[in-house]
């Protein structure tokens, strides 16, 4: 079946650093990938949609330059937390569209912690 | 805008015993439904989803899920659970024909206690 890969799983970093996360679909060939952030005991929020080839698609609130995406192939997204503080510790996780009809394929999540 | 409300935060069931998980919805298009189960520290797994036909999905580890228009419901059953079946269980919808991004509730967690 559909298979998307995420790294890091774990992430520390000091606050004022930048963080890169890899989201690749294996198996599959990905046009659309989407970013969540989930806080602890909480749902997914939607951060943006990444499309291949165009700048990304962010949801209201979403800072543009501090999490920057990139989607340079149909198998690769990446998003980088400029300049981490404390409080953008979380969960991250990707999803990419494909893998069936409506289906969409998660990656195993970044956990993001900045001290 | 859609919405999606999970009426209950935890749930706590015995092995063994039925569980249903609750899932309303509000939304003025149609919608396509879908159940993810999310283990600790972990990404999310389709558990099933309702795009057309039948309104009731089945999966194959024994969960099913019924589309109720009326009631703007897509609630979560299963007769027997698992140990293994505890987990965090989310609920979402996308509009038919839109956008393709999903909105999630705010999850269910099933404990299954022996």
């Known amino acids: 079946g559909a298979v998307v890969s995420q790294h890091p799983s774990r992430v520390i970093c000091k606050s004022g650093t930048s963080v890169k996360i890899e989201c690749r679909s294996l198996?599959?060939?990905?046009?659309?990938m989407f970013w969540y952030r989930q806080f602890p005991k909480q749902s997914l929020m939607l951060m943006a949609t990444s499309n291949e080839g165009s700048k990304a698609t962010y949801e209201q609130g979403v800072e543009k330059d501090k999490f920057l995406i990139n989607h340079a192939s149909l198998t690769l997204s990446t998003l980088t937390v400029t300049s981490a503080h404390p409080e953008d510790s979380s969960f991250y996780i990707c999803?990419?569209?494909?893998?069936?009809?409506?289906?969409?394929?998660f990656g195993s999540g970044t956990r993001l912690t900045v001290v | 805008a859609q919405s999606v409300t999970q009426l209950d935060s935890q749930v706590p069931v015995f092995e063994e015993a039925p569980v249903e998980l609750r899932c309303n919805y509000s939304s003025s298009v149609s919608v396509y439904l879908f159940w993810y189960v999310q283990y600790p520290n972990q990404g999310l797994q389709l558990l099933l989803k309702?795009?057309?036909?039948?309104?009731l999905v089945e999966s194959i580890n024994g969960f099913e899920a019924e589309f109720n228009k009326s009631q703007t419901s897509f609630h979560l059953r299963k007769p027997s659970v698992h140990i293994s079946d505890t987990a965090e269980y989310f609920c979402?919808?996308?509009?038919?024909?839109?956008?393709?991004?999903?909105?999630f509730g705010k999850g269910t967690k099933l404990t299954v206690n022996p």
């Open positions: 999803s990419a569209r494909g893998g069936g009809p409506y289906g969409y394929t």
């Open positions: 979402a919808v996308s509009v038919r024909g839109g956008s393709e991004k999903l909105v």
């Open positions: 309702y795009l057309s036909g039948s309104t």
């Open positions: 198996d599959f060939q990905a046009t659309t």
